[in-house]
């Protein structure tokens, strides 16, 4: 199994960008599917997640401004970011809690990350 991510770039203040994430290889089925980020310096930390019935959660940073959804026909989740802030410069990341076989156990993957930059 493997995730892709892509869409990270260079945007100014106020912007817009979407990332997308998807998964392929030996897949039955996919629970959650969600996006960390870490800046330099810092921890990776939570952005938000969505469950395979549509319900999401977010981190307050990013409440309002950013909006997680799936296609599950396509294995995809995606992250649309708007109002970008310097402070949202990071390595995104997605993960995924999937199980390649009926009946078999959930593993979580992780995504190779995407660099998002918000600057002037």
């Known amino acids: 199994v493997q995730l892709q991510a892509s869409g990270g770039g260079l945007v100014q203040p106020g912007g817009s960008l979407r990332l997308s994430c998807a998964a392929s290889g030996s897949i039955f089925s996919i629970n959650a599917m969600a996006w960390y980020r870490q800046a330099p310096g810092k921890q990776r930390q939570f952005v938000a997640v969505?469950?395979?019935?549509?319900?999401?959660n977010y981190a307050d940073a990013v409440k309002g401004r950013f909006t997680i959804s799936r296609d599950n026909a396509k294995n995809t989740v995606y992250l649309q970011m708007n109002s970008l802030k310097p402070e949202d410069t990071a390595v995104y990341y997605c993960?995924?809690?999937?199980?390649?076989?009926?009946?078999?156990?959930?593993?979580?993957?992780w995504g190779q990350g995407t660099q998002v930059t918000v600057s002037s």
């Open positions: 969505i469950t395979t019935g549509g319900s999401t």
């Open positions: 993960n995924a809690d999937i199980a390649e076989v009926v009946a078999g156990p959930v593993h979580r993957y």
